[in-house]
């Protein structure tokens, strides 16, 4: 199948700064896309999502940003806080119904520094 | 709480044992799904249920056999595994037949080979 993959597997940032995830998929077909965060011992817990016809949306304080030419979507934190530090997935549902899995990413994990 | 429950939540097993895995959930979704989490690869979708009725089997081992009693239940068996099969095993579930593909998922059961 298509692959969900994120740049950095590593990402460190100050408490109160903004942090910016990154994520390629190479599924041109894939018409929604799901940001998920786990922290340790959790499952992933959903964080926001964003369907093919939409470039932005956004959350209580995320954002994610879909760029469908380059193929890469973004999330965006803003003011970190130290419960913000989990690893961060990124994920795709194809084209096709709910019953679908989902596609993920390796994950990215953001370090908030005090 | 996500609403979707697994247990155990540790299990070890020798490699000729069978166990199961249990998950439930709670929001009267009609979808759901097991994943496995091995470290340093992303989330690998194993089987989807929809309705009870087995809609993907992701070329998963036959020493792996799901069963879906009712729309909220899901059972994974597990039999003659091998030491590879060391994961974390992440149950979700999600609504079928509407615009929203977000699923939800459990806490996971960290499975250990020896």
């Known amino acids: 199948g298509e692959s969900v993959g994120l740049h950095l597997p590593t990402l460190s940032v100050q408490e109160g700064d903004n942090s910016i995830i990154n994520c390629a998929y190479s599924?041109?077909?894939?018409?929604?896309f799901i940001w998920y965060k786990q922290e340790s011992g959790k499952g992933p817990q959903f964080i926001i999502d964003?369907?093919?016809?939409?470039d932005k949306r956004q959350g209580q304080r995320v954002t994610v940003l879909l760029n469908k030419t380059v193929k890469h979507l973004s999330l965006q934190i803003a003011a970190t806080q130290p419960g913000d530090s989990a690893v961060y997935f990124c994920a795709e549902n194809g084209s096709g119904g709910g019953a679908d899995g989902l596609t993920f990413g390796k994950g990215t994990h953001l370090i908030i520094q005090p | 709480e996500t609403g979707v429950t697994q247990t155990p939540r540790h299990l070890v097993m020798g490699m000729t044992n069978k166990k199961s895995l249990k998950c439930e959930q709670h929001l009267g979704h009609n979808a759901m799904y097991w994943y496995k989490q091995s470290a340093k690869k992303p989330l690998e979708l194993m089987f989807v249920?929809?309705?009870?009725?087995?809609?993907e089997n992701n070329s998963v081992p036959s020493r792996f056999s799901p069963e879906c009693p009712n729309s909220s239940h899901l059972f994974l068996h597990l039999h003659t595994l091998q030491p590879e099969d060391s994961a974390l095993y992440l149950c979700a579930s999600s609504p079928w037949g509407g615009t929203n593909y977000e699923q939800y998922f459990g806490p996971g059961t960290r499975l250990t080979v020896t």
């Open positions: 599924n041109s077909a894939s018409d929604y």
């Open positions: 964003i369907r093919s016809n939409m």
């Open positions: 249920y929809n309705f009870k009725e087995q809609t």
